[in-house]
Nanobody, 129 residues
Framework: EVQLQASGGGLVQAGGSLRLSCTAS????????IGWFRQAPGKEREGVAA????????WFKDSVKGRFAISSDNAKNTVYLQMNSLKPEDTAVYYC??????????????????????WGKGTQVTVSS
């Protein structure tokens, strides 16, 4: 079974930066994507960004494009989400997630919000105004 170990998060002022990381273990194939969802109080969980292991293709939620970057260190099975120019509306619990390339590339499931196979524990990101 896949295990996801997430770290990072914290409190930052608007305009600041934070980096989240997620390390996956227990999966033998390279056909998957790793990324993050987030959930703010009173709101539905939404996909934020993801990166596909096989070809490095990425997906970002429109509201974070140009501010967030996602990268991977395949040797360490670790994915990083660099969050820059943070806004108060980025405040949420961020969840690392893992989606197998089942019928579509794994990044597709982050965009659509379903088909996620494994979840990590959430980490709080708070952006003060």
């Amino acid at each position: 079974e896949v295990q996801l170990q997430a770290s990072g998060g914290g409190l930052v002022q608007a305009g600041g930066s934070l980096r989240l990381s997620c390390t996956a273990s227990g999966f033998t194939s390279d056909e998957y994507a790793i990324g993050w969802f987030r959930q703010a109080p009173g709101k539905e969980r939404e996909g934020v960004a993801a990166i596909r292991r096989t070809d490095g293709s990425t997906w970002f939620k429109d509201s974070v494009k140009g501010r967030f970057a996602i990268s991977s260190d395949n040797a360490k099975n670790t994915v990083y989400l660099q969050m820059n120019s943070l806004k108060p509306e980025d405040t949420a619990v961020y969840y690392c997630a893992f989606a197998v390339d089942t019928f579509r590339p794994g990044t597709h499931y982050f965009r659509e919000g379903y088909g996620i196979d494994y979840w990590g524990k959430g980490t709080q990101v708070t952006v003060s105004s």
